[in-house]
């Protein structure tokens, strides 16, 4: 199995705990640029002062910041026999700067959850997050369309079909389908 994965879906579909499960059963690091985002925030690095106002706008931070972010952290030895990346690439210029750096990947799952849900799922969350109110939801989601959907048509023009799983169920269950989907082979 390969051991770089990615990991697409629109906010709420599950992905962070998904992948969190995935890169630990796999014993990769799972790369998360949202949770380095919000760690950057938390700590009011430099970073985190540019960040925070674009977060909680449910906007997407400028693709030279993040490409910096994902080049540093896959640069640690610990993601030298792969990794799991979630949130990242966001856009066509996040995945050719990816791309650029030699990084093809095995492994693209794209959960999908229908719109109704991820609102409720999105709204049942908010207060957890800042950027889980009702008008960002909206933006993040219209951004995830806009942005980050046409990443699916990207990767499988270049060979790496994503592995679509419904990510409607319980976590077991949607982990469950994700692990047959990457045993099914191709
Ligand atoms: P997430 O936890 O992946 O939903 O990310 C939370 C927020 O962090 C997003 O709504 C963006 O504002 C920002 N963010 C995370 N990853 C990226 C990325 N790859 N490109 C741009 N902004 C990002």
Redesign the pocket.
Known sequence: MGRRLLFLGP?GAG??TQAAMLAGALGVPHV???????RAVAEGTELGRR?EA??A???????D??VAI?RERLAADDAACGYLL??????LN?AEALDAGGDAFEIVVLLSVPEAELLSRLAARAGG?A?DNEE?IRR?LE?YRKETEPLVTYYAARGVSPAEVDGVGTIEDVFARIVLALVKPA
């Not at 706008?57 to 693709?63: E, I, N, R, S, T």
């Not at 979630?86 to 856009?91: E, N, V």
């Open positions: 906010p992905k962070g998360s640029t949202g949770e380095i985002l919000r960040a674009i977060m706008a449910g906007d997407l931070v400028p693709d910041i993040v994902v979630d949130g990242f690439p966001r856009t996040q997050r950027d960002t993040r951004v």
